[in-house]
Antibody, heavy 123, light 105 residues
Framework: EVQLVESGGGLVQPGGSLRLSCAASGFTFSSYVMNWVRQAPGKGLEWVSYISGRGSRKYYADSVKGRFTISRDNAKNSLSLQMNSLRADDTAVYYC????????????????WGQGTMVSVSS | YELTQPPSVSVSPGQRASITCFGERLGRKHAYWYQQKPGQSPVLVIYENDKRPSGIPERFSGSNSGNTATLTIRETQTMDEADYFCQAWDSSAGVFGTGTKFTVL
């Protein structure tokens, strides 16, 4: 069974940093593109970042570019999102997602989602 | 790049309903659809315009042409009530639609 379990969320002051983690199990982690998607309270979904299976390609939404860094450790089946210079509008539930197909580098749908971890940015 | 959906769609049980997603030249891209029920993570219900992942009922179908992708739910059931989001990729960035609240009256 595919499982994605996020952790690391919490309350942080504006300008602060937070590191999210996602523990993956039930599939060959290194074979899949992974993405972070977020959802502000009562709002829609927003794509945040993409990383290829081998970690060689990374893409970011304009809203987080230069502040967030995506990474993965295929030996540990782990995905991370380092978030710096956090702002109030970064407040959201952050979801770890797996791409549908086991292609190393492909823009695909998100077929597995974690339960999400809440990030609140407030003074 | 933007994807625009109607804020709300309502249907009676057993009827057919469609949710649209408008984006410039969307028909040239792959469209994906997600269902999200309150308090739950989204679920992929349509991928690559018209394909259903395993476990998704046959009453869900999709199409994509021109500037509009459409999710159709036939023989709607009360369990289909949820928020629905379309999604596509443009210039190496993921884009979600504005979302549609789907109500089964």
């Amino acid at each position: 069974e595919v499982q994605l379990v996020e952790s690391g969320g919490g309350l942080v002051q504006p300008g602060g940093s937070l590191r999210l983690s996602c523990a993956a199990s039930g599939f060959t982690f290194s074979s899949y593109v992974m993405n972070w998607v977020r959802q502000a309270p009562g709002k829609g979904l927003e794509w945040v970042s993409y990383i290829s299976g081998r970690g060689s390609r990374k893409y970011y939404a304009d809203s987080v570019k230069g502040r967030f860094t995506i990474s993965r450790d295929n030996a540990k089946n782990s995905l991370s999102l380092q978030m710096n210079s956090l702002r109030a509008d970064d407040t959201a539930v952050y979801y770890c997602t797996r791409a549908l197909h086991d292609y190393d580098d492909y823009f695909d749908g998100f077929d597995a989602w974690g339960q999400g971890t809440m990030v609140s940015v407030s003074s | 790049y933007e994807l625009t959906q109607p804020p709300s769609v309502s249907v009676s049980p057993g009827q057919r309903a469609s949710i649209t997603c408008f984006g410039e030249r969307l028909g040239r891209k792959h469209a994906y659809w997600y269902q999200q029920k309150p308090g739950q993570s989204p679920v992929l219900v349509i991928y690559e315009n018209d394909k259903r992942p395993s476990g998704i009922p046959e009453r869900f179908s999709g199409s994509n042409s021109g500037n509009t992708a459409t999710l159709t739910i036939r023989e709607t059931q009360t369990m289909d009530e949820a928020d629905y989001f379309c999604q596509a990729w443009d210039s190496s960035a993921g884009v979600f639609g504005t979302g549609t609240k789907f109500t089964v009256l």
